[in-house]
């Protein structure tokens, strides 16, 4: 079976296919809409944490950071635990004394939500700092 010369104005694919005995062949499937960047954005960032939180991947990212103290040692171990959630799983955080962790400021709430006890203190920088407490800490 002769091939159907393509004019200009019809595309190649619109023909249908003819296998090696000249069979037609049905036309190729058309593609799927693929989703736009900002709604697989979107999806990804609801799958990373609870309400949709992205954590950063390093502490030093965060301008604003906290230090949670804790009433006891059964709640520093609830704090851990809750570390290992599957929200707070790449949470960035420290433990500078063993006694305390230092986690961003909007993380906060979460372990507030959680009945753990501690106090929050927000963290300074240095730059923060007076230049006469600036002097009195290097002293």
Do not use: C
Not at 28 to 43: E, F, I, L, N
């Amino acid at each position: 079976m002769p091939k159907k010369p393509v004019s200009k104005t019809e595309s190649a694919v619109s023909q249908p296919k003819q296998d090696n005995n000249g069979e037609s062949r049905p036309k190729a499937r058309v593609k799927t809409r693929r989703p736009k960047r900002r709604d697989a954005a979107r999806s990804a960032g609801a799958a990373a944490g609870v309400n949709g939180t992205d954590w950063k991947p390093q502490l030093n990212a965060y301008k604003e950071k906290t230090l949670l103290r804790f009433e006891s040692d059964k709640d520093l171990q609830a704090a851990i635990d809750l570390l290992w959630t599957d929200a707070l799983r790449t949470l960035p955080h420290d433990t500078p004394d063993g006694r305390s962790i230092v986690i961003p400021a909007e993380a906060v709430d979460h372990f507030a939500r959680s009945g753990i006890k501690f106090t929050a203190e927000t963290l300074r920088s240095v730059s923060d700092l007076s230049a006469e407490e600036v002097q009195t800490l290097r002293r």
